[in-house]
């Protein structure tokens, strides 16, 4: 079993749907949460952070984390063309210093 | 956030060479950490540079194929030795932010490798 599962998709969608990504992890050492969106051709940057368990909202974006279940997910509301990306989720534990663990990526094709 | 350039931003080369790629910072930082991104396969951290130190190589890899020179705060050097058509990747350059101190990287745009 790996150590983060994300389904690759990809996941096609019209524009203004709602859009739920997800990673299923096994390590209950992580404790820092992240998404990146990787657009075609570029570096990862980072879209939410989250530490431990919880809900956070950025606009549009809201990340999740249940770590009883060892889930996370990251919904974008309203979704709009300029959403069409590849979305990573990683996670580390405490002290990793650089070293993420990342799921393989869920590609995402918004619809006009 | 940090701004980093990487270079060169795609290449392609022949079976049994080397190839050197660049990374930049725009400030000071004390470790530099090299990715890997595979077609079809996760982010896999290669090793993190510390400056006036030896480079920490991960689990599977390996100074010999992958030496890393780290030359001063803002600068530092992946070397893809030998290579073969399974060293075809993109290979990227990240730091942490400081600011945060929470374990987010920020990340170059990588370098698209092919190797025939």
């Known amino acids: 079993q790996k150590e983060v599962e994300q389904d690759p998709g990809p996941l096609s969608v019209p524009e203004g749907a709602i859009v739920s990504l997800n990673c299923t992890y096994s390590?209950?050492?992580?404790?820092?949460f992240m998404w990146y969106r990787q657009y075609s051709r570029k570096g990862p940057e980072l879209l939410m952070y989250t530490y431990s368990s919880g809900n956070k909202e950025d606009g549009r974006f809201t990340a999740q984390v249940d770590k009883s279940s060892k889930y996370i997910s990251l919904f974008i509301r309203d979704s709009q063309p300029s959403d069409s990306a590849t979305y990573l989720c990683?996670?580390?534990?405490?002290?990793?210093?650089?070293?993420?663990?990342f799921g393989k990526g869920t590609k995402l094709s918004v619809k006009p | 956030s940090a701004v980093i350039s990487q270079k060169p931003s795609r290449d392609i080369c022949q079976r049994g060479t080397s190839l050197t790629i660049q990374c930049q910072v725009d400030?000071?930082?004390?470790?530099m950490f090299w990715y890997r991104q595979q077609p079809g396969q996760s982010l896999t951290l290669i090793a993190t540079a510390n400056q006036g130190s030896e480079a920490t190589y991960e689990s599977g890899f390996v100074i010999d194929k992958f030496p890393i020179s780290r030359p001063n705060l803002t600068f530092s050097t992946l070397t893809v030795s030998n290579m073969s058509p399974e060293d075809s990747s993109i290979y990227l350059c990240?730091?942490?932010?400081?600011?945060?101190?929470?374990?987010?990287?920020?990340f170059g745009e990588g370098s698209r490798l092919t190797v025939l």
């Open positions: 390590n209950s050492a992580f404790q820092y």
């Open positions: 990683a996670m580390s534990g405490a002290g990793s210093q650089g070293n993420l663990i």
């Open positions: 990240s730091v942490e932010d400081l600011a945060e101190n929470t374990g987010e990287l920020f």
């Open positions: 400030s000071q930082v004390t470790m």
